[in-house]
């Protein structure tokens, strides 16, 4: 991909065509338990522009510009009053619906409803906090196939990754990386399940030492984005992207299994939100399902990777790699952890990816694919086009593992 384009598909600063396209979508920007009546206003940034988030003391969720509208003090610094922040320096306060209640460098006379708030639409739906960045009228709410869902039936975990939105974005395309990069993980996670018997070839090719199936990869475009499988001699694996970050990945051939969905947000050309998210829209999770058994491996929901960083080499273990008893020596045994920390060390790793200089393979077919989709929307939106799979309904959108070989 030529740099110009890779440069259209990754910076989301505003003004840009991509920044311009996803400031067109809800946007989930934090988990909803990091915002707690009475407490202080949580910072948040997306898309290379700084908000605050903070809960009103009727529950409801507030998400405005940092800076406050009067003269730009950071509003993180606020006093929370009722539903209100109210600023530090001059006493503006504005309400969790964006409205400036009141102004004491004003006159009790002055019309205070026609000056700008920076406030935007926002609520908590699937325990996450749902905001729109854009300008103008907000588009109605997003139904995945997780909405609505209680919490005993949705679950999710975010971190902060240092790299480009649209590279975690390729390693899901990439489906064929989990046949090495997390072979080992999968198999110590969940061992002899169904969802094993069928996923792993225990053949190595000729004159290899790892064992994989070459897969067959299909794209199929929708109005939501892509719907993309993966096909071997032990399984078809369909998954869906929907526009602009989220994709639902497969878990096990059980249909009654947990679900996954992982998603994406540029916080800005070189910072990406990651979110995991496991649902169950038929029954509460049950403890030896996949959500209640990956989530104990997570100190901590809201930033579930900060024990693993570039600094500390993501704490590889070279010493189990040299003794076999590992094949990547990151995050061993700690279950569907080690599976995003694996992601995370090799999109860090790759750091700002030169496009233009790879050489890709059959392999890499549906990433090729999902870059050129990205590029289509932006150049679209940007020539007056509706933005791409918006308004589409994704309701019933889900990943679905189907078993060729049965255990
Ligand atoms: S800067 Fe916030 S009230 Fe003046
Ligand atoms: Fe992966």
């Known amino acids: 991909m ?21 400031r067109s979508y809800w946007v989930p920007v934090l988990r909803s338990a990091k915002l707690e009546v009475g407490q202080a206003p949580v910072r948040f940034r997306m898309f290379g522009e700084d908000y605050i988030a903070f809960r009103g003391a009727d ?8 800076a406050c509208p009067h003269r730009g003090a950071s509003l993180a610094l606020a006093n929370i009053e009722d539903n209100c922040v109210r600023c530090i320096y001059h006493g503006w306060k504005i309400d969790t619906a964006g409205k400036l209640v009141e102004a004491p460098t004003h006159p009790l006379t002055a019309k205070l409803d026609k000056i700008p708030t920076g406030g935007h639409p926002s609520y908590d739906d699937a325990g996450m906090v749902w905001a729109w960045l854009g300008v103008g009228e907000a588009p109605p709410r997003p139904v995945f196939a997780f909405s609505g869902l209680p919490e005993s039936q949705v679950i999710s975990a975010t971190g902060v990754v240092r790299a480009n939105w649209v590279q975690m974005l390729e390693g899901l395309w990439d489906t064929f990386h989990a046949q090495i990069l997390h072979n080992r993980a999968n198999r110590s996670t969940f061992g002899e399940t169904a969802r094993m018997a069928n996923y792993y070839s225990n053949v190595a090719p000729p004159g290899s030492s790892i064992a994989y199936d070459f897969p067959e990869l299909s794209v199929e475009s929708t109005d939501y984005g892509f719907a993309y499988r993966s096909s071997d001699d032990l399984k078809d694996l369909n998954y869906a992207w929907i526009m602009p970050w989220y994709v639902h990945h497969t878990v096990g051939p059980n249909p009654l299994d947990d679900k996954a ?13 990651f979110w995991q998210l496991m649902y169950n829209r038929h029954v509460p999770f049950e403890p030896d399902g996949y959500a209640r058994r990956s989530f104990p491996a997570f100190a901590d929901l809201n930033e579930f990777r900060s024990e693993f960083t570039p600094e500390n080499g993501w704490r590889q273990d070279r010493e189990a790699m040299a003794e076999g008893r590992s094949f990547t020596g990151i995050a061993d045994g700690r279950g569907a952890l080690q599976i995003l920390v694996e992601d995370i ?7 700002h990816l030169d496009r233009s200089k790879e050489n890709l393979g059959a392999t890499d077919r549906v990433v090729t694919r999902g870059r050129k989709a990205l590029l289509q929307a932006a150049l679209d939106f940007e020539r007056g086009e509706p933005a791409f799979g918006l308004r589409a309904d ?9 078993p060729k070989v049965h255990s």
């Open 261 to 273: 969905v992982q998603i994406h947000v540029p916080i800005d050309d070189d910072h990406t939100l």
């Open 394 to 402: 994704v309701s019933a959108v889900e990943a679905v593992f189907e």
């Open 59 to 66: 529950g409801s969720v507030g998400v405005l510009d940092e």
């Open 345 to 351: 060390a090799i999109a860090e790793g790759q750091g």
């Open 2 to 22: 030529k740099m110009t384009e890779s440069d259209t598909i990754t910076q989301v600063g505003p003004g840009t065509p991509m920044g311009s396209l996803l």
